[in-house]
């Protein structure tokens, strides 16, 4: 069962314009969010991340808000740049602090492609 | 400072062989984690790990999937008799002792079973 999932496998944005990705979720216990970026034949870099208490966070280009009664997140990319072209995952996690196991729950990500 | 290394970055098996998969986390990093990812698909997590204890292996096959985290050395995922299934990417990622959603990941090994 897919408990974070992300519905758009390709997203195609003018450059300059804005991005934006979404991502939901199914179970009520996850308390962190993560974006991550991939290019291909590399690992997934961190980009932002939000906690549950919170609705809003951003850093530079990238927002990611967070609703938590429909158990959907999004990233904003503004403007997109062609070196944004990548492939995003949202991942998931639930806080262990007995045991500090803080794995990632991914969803299938998506493809973005900042046209020029 | 260097970033989580995986080697090797390709690794072509013939149906039955073993696959060994080495990681070695940031420095000062001791928490490990494996996730494999299938084509067209996220990743998926298999096992995490502690300096020389395995915390979580929920995530892997009860068959020829095994994992550790030596006192010294990288973390190792051993595959033994691997099958066509078995292809994929597998990553590595390493957080700090104290624990931390944010993970770093390496860049992968590419694991072909012909």
């Known amino acids: 069962d897919q408990q974070v999932k992300q519905n758009s496998p390709s997203l195609s944005v003018q450059e300059g314009r804005i991005s934006i990705l979404n991502c939901d979720y199914t179970n009520s216990m996850f308390d962190y969010f993560l974006w991550y970026k991939k290019y291909p034949a590399e690992g997934p870099t961190f980009l932002i991340s939000?906690?549950?208490i919170k609705d809003k966070n951003e850093d530079g280009r990238f927002t990611v808000f967070l609703n938590k009664s429909a158990k959907h997140l999004s990233l904003h990319i503004v403007p997109s740049q062609p070196g944004d072209s990548a492939v995003y995952f949202c991942a998931a996690s639930v806080t262990r602090l007995m045991d500090s196991n803080y794995q990632l729950i991914w969803g299938a990500g998506t493809k973005l492609i900042i046209k020029p | 400072n260097a970033g989580v290394m995986q080697n090797p970055r390709h690794l072509v098996r013939r149906r039955g062989q073993e696959a060994r998969l080495r990681c070695s986390p940031m420095k000062g990093h001791s928490h490990v984690y494996w996730y494999r990812q299938l084509p067209e698909e996220g990743l998926k997590f298999m096992v995490y790990l502690q300096k020389e204890n395995i915390i979580d292996e929920s995530g892997m096959p009860k068959e020829r999937f095994s994992a550790e985290f030596p006192k010294e050395g990288p973390s190792i995922l051993r595959i033994q008799q691997v099958v066509r299934g078995d292809s994929a990417a597998y990553f590595c990622?390493?957080?700090?002792?104290?624990?931390?959603?944010?993970?770093?990941f390496g860049p992968g090994t590419r694991l072909t079973v012909t």
């Open positions: 939000i906690s549950s």
């Open positions: 990622a390493s957080s700090p002792p104290w624990g931390n959603y944010e993970q770093y």
